[in-house]
């Protein structure tokens, strides 16, 4: 281990971060008593996370609105809240993912969802719609750059065994360094942020509301734009080999 880290170099970020959420499915949207348009509810809902960030020139308001402390604990502080294994964690401390791209991050969340979600309670052969958000979250930092070595150390990417990551994950939280950044494991063109600090994170502001449907062998991804933004192929989720199709 101490040879990766004699390896890496620092990449100085100051951009906005893909963070794909589970939606709030059956919340009140504030906004639909103005207007039932859809695309004028995302309009509004973006204005109102730029006036509710507290890197906002308006922090000396006198309303405060509950929708975006809301949306800021679920969209940056809920996973350092809610400590849960993952690549780079046992359990025992909390990392929040993002992703460079909308794309990817929705291959990323794709994979989890249909293989641990679904596949632990036995849905993978059913139609199942779920419901999400992603949002761009501003991150502003200098972050470890595992990008180059990953050749090198392919257990960065092993599509199912986290115990090398994980021990990365122990000494980059034990040491205080902010986060890291990755080639994604599920979508191979695409680059990860795994981030250790909510202090380097701000300005979260919501970009699409996604829908993920499950039809037989594929994910089709809607965007609130676009009603089939999106396919993903069962089988070309990256990271775990599936049988072969029955030819029955």
Same mark, same amino acid.
């Given at each position: 281990m101490k040879s990766l880290f004699e390896y890496l170099a620092l990449a100085d970020v100051d951009q906005d971060v893909v963070r794909n959420i589970v939606s709030q499915q059956y919340r009140q949207d504030p906004f639909d008593d103005l207007t039932s348009d859809p695309t004028e509810q995302l309009l509004a809902q973006q204005i109102l996370d730029h006036i509710d960030s507290p890197m906002s020139s308006l922090q000396s308001r006198i309303v405060d609105h509950p929708f975006g402390d809301?949306?800021?604990?679920? *969209?940056? @502080?809920?996973?350092?809240?809610? +400590?849960?294994?993952?690549?780079?964690?046992?359990?025992?401390?909390?990392?929040?993912?993002?992703?460079?791209?909308?794309?990817? *991050?929705? @291959?990323?969340?794709?994979?989890? +969802?249909y293989h641990s979600l679904l596949g632990d309670a036995g849905f993978e052969q059913q139609p199942v719609i779920a419901e999400r958000e992603v949002y761009w979250v501003?991150?502003?930092t200098a972050l470890l750059d595992f990008r180059k070595v990953v050749q090198e150390f392919p257990d960065l990417l092993h599509p199912s065994d986290y115990t090398f990551c994980q021990l990365i994950g122990k000494k980059i939280h034990r040491e205080g360094h902010p986060g890291l950044l990755l080639p994604s494991v599920r979508h191979p063109s695409g680059e990860n942020f795994a981030i250790f600090s909510p202090n380097v994170l701000h300005t979260p502001q919501l970009a699409y509301s996604l829908t993920y449907c499950l039809e037989g062998e594929q994910i089709v991804v809607a965007k609130s734009d676009s009603p089939a933004w999106l396919t993903i192929e069962v089988r070309q989720l990256q990271g775990k080999t599936l049988p072969e199709p029955s030819s029955k």
């Open positions: 809301n949306r800021w604990y679920n *969209t940056i @502080h809920w996973p350092f809240r809610n +400590w849960q294994a993952s690549r780079f964690s046992d359990g025992t401390f909390g990392v929040w993912y993002g992703s460079k791209t909308i794309e990817t *991050t929705v @291959h990323e969340t794709a994979f989890h +969802w501003t991150c502003s």
